[in-house]
Structure formats: structure tokens, C-alpha cells
């Protein structure tokens, strides 16, 4: 399996106290799985993405991450684990407004130390699989919302992940915009045959995942999705 989450617990300070955000979790996604986790705010869903991507050490339980378990690793193995191995969509772009779109990927290649110049096909091509082929040049002041949350899916895709975590892709969006992002993320996951943690609130949109879970009070419910449609992938 390419992510597994065992028996996670997560607390943080909360004065003379502690509060319990993750509460002996487990979850997990093979290649080619989307599983969805939904719950309100406070929930803890934030949490399990921080802990699933390894940018938050649990107090107990394990993340194993495609073959490796990251409690064992030191800051910057879980660093390069995170570089080689986890795509993160972020619930904003966070685009840089100077940079094109194939830019904007060929910067984070340029992070994993490999030649730009080399590397821009394979940018452009990653383009043109979240359908925005012919856009490569554009600046996010030229792309709308929809288009901006694809170039942020294509940079997570950089580097060849075995996992990909997504936070609130449909939160800045309308319902039609929102529902070719789940569409987009749904094909990925089959094609690319990563193991996708798809974080939302949005619950119309679950019909893409192939398990949900639904997050209260830091502890998790897990029921089984009913088969992904086939769906087209029509630019947003």
C-alpha cells in the first residue's frame, strides 16, 4: 500500500490541559484509491493531512509511507520523503504572480536540484494532463480560479508521487468548477495510481472516492464509496 496510518493520536497544549485532535486514527489508501474525509471545521481533518504529509510528528501510532515509516526518519529524511514521495494540493495555489504556469512547476523541480531547462517538456506535458495544454505560458492573473487550482494539482504531481494529499480543492470554487477539480482528482488517482487523501466539506462531491471517512471530536468513521463513474475531463 502506498500510505497506511496506524492508530494515530494527536494532542496539542491548550493551557494547563491538552486537547486530542487525531484520536488513535486509522486510515489508509492503496494505488489507485481516492479516500475522502469529511467532517466540519474542528474537526480534525487539518490534522490528519499535516500528520499523513509528515509535516506533524503524532505523539503515538504510525505513518507508513510507500514502504517507509516515517516516525523513524529524522527531520530531514521526513523532508526528502516528502520531496520524492507526497504530492500536497493546498487549499490555495499560492501561485507566484510573476511565474507561468509551466513555471511555476519547473521552480519546484528546480527544488529537488534538477535542471530546469531539461525538465520543462515533462512540465508542460503535466499541463496538458489537468487540461490546460496551450496555457503553459499564461500568468495566474490570466487563468481563473478553476484553471489556478489544475496548475496547483500539476505542481503536486511533479517528482512522480506515490501519494497525493488535498486539502479543500472545491473551497474557492462554484459547483461546476468544484465538481471537474473531484472529476480531475478521481482520473489521477486511476491513472497515476496514486494513493489519494482528498481533505473537503463539500459533501455532493463524494460519489469520486472510493471510501469515505467522516472526521468528529478527532475520531474517524469509515464506510465504503460506491464505484467511481466514469467521467470526462472537461477544462474548468
Given amino acids: ?128 494532463v489537468v487540461g490546460l495544454d496551450g496555457k503553459q505560458h499564461r500568468r495566474p492573473a490570466q487563468l481563473s480560479g478553476g484553471e489556478r487550482q489544475r496548475v496547483n494539482i500539476a505542481r503536486a504531481l511533479t517528482g512522480d508521487p506515490r501519494v497525493l494529499l488535498v486539502d479543500e480543492p472545491t473551497a474557492a470554487l462554484d459547483h461546476d468548477r468544484g465538481a471537474r477539480i473531484m472529476d480531475l482528482l478521481a482520473e489521477i488517482t486511476t491513472e497515476y495510481r496514486v494513493a489519494t487523501f482528498v481533505v473537503t466539506h463539500d459533501t455532493e462531491y463524494l460519489d469520486r472516492a472510493d471510501t469515505v471517512s467522516t472526521m468528529r471530536d478527532g475520531r474517524l468513521t469509515t464506510t465504503g464509496g460506491a464505484p467511481r463513474p466514469e467521467r470526462s475531463g472537461a477544462a474548468v
Fill in 1 to 128: 500500500m502506498s500510505i497506511a496510518l496506524t492508530d494515530i493520536v494527536l494532542t496539542y497544549p491548550d493551557g494547563d490541559s491538552t486537547v486530542t485532535a487525531l484520536d488513535h486514527v486509522s486510515l489508509e489508501a492503496r494505488p489507485g484509491e481516492l479516500h475522502a474525509i469529511v467532517g466540519p471545521s474542528g474537526s480534525g481533518k487539518s490534522s490528519l493531512l499535516a500528520v499523513a504529509s509528515t509535516l506533524i510528528r503524532p505523539d503515538s501510532g504510525s505513518v507508513r509511507i510507500d514502504g517507509t515509516e516515517a516516525a523513524e526518519l529524522s527531520p530531514a529524511e521526513r523532508s526528502r520523503l516528502r520531496m520524492n514521495r507526497v504530492g500536497i494540493v493546498f487549499q490555495q495555489p499560492n501561485l507566484v504572480s510573476s511565474l507561468t504556469a509551466a513555471e511555476q512547476l519547473l521552480v519546484t523541480d528546480h527544488m529537488r536540484g534538477r535542471p530546469v531547462r531539461s525538465h520543462r517538456a515533462a512540465a508542460e506535458r503535466l499541463l496538458a
